[in-house]
């Protein structure tokens, strides 16, 4: 028994049970955030959404997916054949590696390392790579316009990420994420969304991170990658079967990600707003309101332009998260906090 | 990855590749091929390639009898049926010199005008829709639904009405229809509010359509472009005042304008004709008057007397004129449909040059193209 439980909690087991569960969580919400998103769409839309498959269409992901399995995977004549399978794989592994290091509870992380942020931004602009991959290798004209997008796009947004990012090590000390979310432990004032006194712009900060994901995730109003009414279904175009459907995945993974980054960040993580009974539901009902206002964006608001979205980014959001850098740094300094 | 036969050099020196938009894409609403030669994301030279759905409507009007016909000009623009049968009609009344009854003319303002806001209705939707936000889509439908309802109720048709009958209408209305129509423009006026502001005062979209795409009045001159078009060029003409039909001088509406010339103005010539339409409709249900729905003396076989006929409408994309050439037999000599699409596609290749795409795709969702209107 002994053994057995030394065995069990031994690293490569705690490792593989870890990762397992990321995988399947990543996955099953893949699958069910399409399900919120078509019944959420539906809602905004005065109409039922989903309700054929399952009761009120719970089973509609898995007939999605059934459907998009058994479909055929066309490599179009003409393509860069390794790229263009390649591209798909690269989108998937850095989203779950990224969560590996998201504490979902005090004690549920499946990675506690002391540079967690670091890493999740390391691996952050991979996906771009594989839309541009993707995108360039279909030989296609819409999609290799959606590709330049997509770069230029995500080159402007790192930046102010980047800097919010960097405001919030300064402010917390500490790259650790779980660390961070021990420090917004008590009641909601305490978490790094309402620390006005470190740095009275702090709410604006969480604003330019939430716009900054958006911009990243290629969500609405920013989707330039898939920009349906001009380029078709952008660098998706070509792929069919689960090759699109990875591509898919992917987003809601990296939307996931997204959210869970800025429920760590700024909304306290797995503590309680109220200071009682912390844990892991905390975390979840934090970041699916998270999940749910991106999908309320979404719906309401048409497509940006693409140079109103690089204005948007170098003329607005570049000047107003270097000024709360600054300021953070300033009052931090001045206040000796 | 672009391969070399794609490749050209462009007016400005610059390597140039093609881009065929359409005709199956999703901005086009259509079987619509836009030709592009592309500098990168900039639209060098868009050429439209029509005549994909060509149905030969005039050719079809020469080979059959008026009232055979005249179901065909609701197969036009089908999104504005009521506006379209309403010139054919008039066009044969005025030939043959019949007297209408008013409250067919009434009837037929009252249809003609819902029919307005229901395809001005499906443009709002399908616009938003090219720029991305697909929300404003249902709304709309769900407002165009009852405009359906009522429709329906009278005409048996839902989209391609045959309600005007050389002479008259087909039946006369009843109280359901009155009161849905009553009730309808109390439904829509809270819709318009929320309309404006949910949409119309959100600042992507204003950025989106404001100094984008603008036409001046005098390409609008060149080209003939027509209706909310040339309206949002600052040039006030409607068939509805400029050249009066039907009863609408008895009715009291503005003709909205907007000078700017963007497509923001388009869009909002359109908004603001929805009120319009909506005050012209208040207005008609309560002069209604009484009386037959068909003119006497409708002649069995209609023989127009030889002669040169012309009857103009401003149906929901602009001014519909049906010219009927007429020797004196059964079938027409010569029909003549000038619709409004096709000139407005017309000045697309001249203003969208030098814009970049998705600027261009608002510039067409601007226009309010139908496809069938253009290639008829």
Redesign the interface.
């Known amino acids: 028994m002994q053994t057995l439980l030394t065995f069990l909690s031994s690293e490569p087991i705690r490792l593989l049970v870890a990762l397992v569960a990321i995988m399947s969580f990543v996955g099953a919400n893949a699958a069910y955030l399409v399900w919120v998103e078509r019944k959420g769409?539906g809602r905004?839309?005065?109409?039922p959404g989903p309700t054929e498959v399952g009761w009120a269409g719970l089973l509609q992901p898995i007939a999605d997916a059934a459907k998009l399995l058994s479909k055929q995977l066309i490599v179009p004549p003409?393509?860069?054949r390794a790229l263009f399978r390649l591209a798909p794989v690269l989108m998937m592994p850095p989203a779950l590696m990224s969560l590996a290091v998201i504490p979902w509870g005090e004690s549920l992380a499946a990675r506690d390392i002391n540079v967690g942020l670091l890493m999740i931004f390391a691996f952050g602009s991979i996906n771009v790579m594989a839309i541009m991959l993707g995108g360039?290798?279909s030989?296609n004209?819409?999609a290799?316009?959606s590709a330049?997008r997509v770069v230029s796009q995500n080159v402007a947004y790192e930046i102010p990420m980047l800097l919010v990012v960097i405001t919030m090590i300064l402010v917390t000390g500490t790259m650790n994420l779980n660390e961070i979310v021990r420090q917004q432990a008590g009641p909601f004032w305490h978490w790094n969304l309402f620390r006005v006194w470190v740095n009275p712009l702090m709410p604006v900060t969480f604003l330019i991170f939430f716009i900054c994901m958006l911009a990243e995730t290629n969500r609405?109003?920013f989707?330039m990658a898939e920009?349906?009414?001009?380029l078709?279904a952008g660098a998706f175009t070509e792929y069919s079967s689960m090759g699109f459907g990875v591509f898919f995945m992917a987003e809601y993974a990296n939307i996931l990600l997204g959210c869970a980054l800025g429920t760590v960040l700024f909304l306290g993580g797995w503590q309680s707003p109220i200071g009682l009974w912390p844990g892991v539901f905390w975390f979840l009902l934090k970041l699916y309101l998270l999940v749910f206002s991106v999908v309320w964006i979404r719906?309401?608001?048409?497509?940006?332009?693409?140079?109103?979205l690089l204005n948007l980014s170098w003329k607005i959001l570049i000047p107003v998260s270097l000024f709360t850098l600054a300021l953070s740094a300033a009052m931090m300094k001045l206040l000796r906090l | 990855?672009?391969?070399k036969e794609?490749l050209q050099t462009g007016a400005n020196g610059r390597e140039t590749?093609v881009?065929n938009l359409g005709p199956q894409?999703?901005?086009t609403h259509g079987v619509l091929r836009v030709k592009m030669e592309?500098d990168?994301?900039y639209v060098m030279r868009a050429e439209p390639v029509c005549g994909y759905i060509h149905r030969m409507q005039e050719k079809m009007g020469e080979n059959r009898t008026y009232a055979q016909f005249l179901p065909n000009t609701s197969r036009i623009d089908y999104l504005s049926a009521m506006n379209y049968t309403h010139a054919f009609v008039g066009a044969v009344e005025r030939a043959l010199k019949l007297q209408i009854p008013p409250r067919v003319e009434f009837i037929r303002v009252i249809t003609s005008e819902l029919n307005r806001i229901s395809s001005h209705l499906v443009w709002w939707g399908a616009f938003?829709?090219?720029?991305?936000?697909?929300?404003p889509l249902?709304?709309a439908f769900?407002d165009r639904e009852k405009i359906l309802d009522l429709l329906e109720g009278i005409s048996g048709a839902r989209l391609t009405y045959c309600y005007y009958r050389i002479g008259g209408l087909y039946n006369d209305v009843d109280d359901e229809f009155l009161e849905g129509t009553r009730a309808f423009v109390k439904h829509m006026r809270p819709r318009l509010d929320m309309y404006r502001d949910?949409?119309t005062d959100?600042i992507?979209?204003r950025?989106?359509l404001e100094g984008i795409g603008p036409i001046s009045a005098e390409l609008c001159r060149r080209y003939g472009a027509c209706g909310p078009v040339m309206r949002g060029s600052g040039v006030p003409y409607d068939v509805r005042r400029a050249e009066p039909y039907s009863v609408y001088p008895e009715f009291d509406f503005e003709i909205p304008v907007f000078p700017e010339g963007d497509s923001m103005a388009r869009y909002r010539v359109r908004m603001e004709e929805l009120e319009q339409s909506l005050r012209i409709i208040e207005q008609a249900l309560d002069k209604l008057p009484a009386g037959p729905v068909m003119a006497d003396k409708v002649p069995r076989v209609l023989k127009l007397p030889a002669g040169d006929y012309c009857y103009a409408v401003e149906a929901a994309r602009g001014r519909f004129l049906v010219r009927i050439v007429s020797d004196g037999k059964e079938q027409a000599y010569r029909v003549k449909l000038r619709t409004p699409c096709l000139s407005n596609l017309s000045l697309f290749e001249e203003a969208s040059r030098g814009m970049?795409?998705?600027?261009a795709?608002a510039l067409m969702g601007s226009l309010d193209l139908v496809i069938p209107d253009i290639d008829r």
């Open positions: 769409a905004f839309q005065r109409r003409g393509v860069d360039w290798s030989r004209k819409y290799i316009m330049a609405a109003p989707d920009a349906e009414s001009e078709v719906w309401t608001f048409p497509r940006t332009q693409f140079y109103g | 990855m672009l391969v794609n590749f881009l894409h999703p901005a592309m990168g994301e938003l829709l090219d720029l991305g936000g697909f929300t249902l709304y769900d949910l949409v959100n992507i979209l950025k989106r970049l795409l998705p600027d795709l």
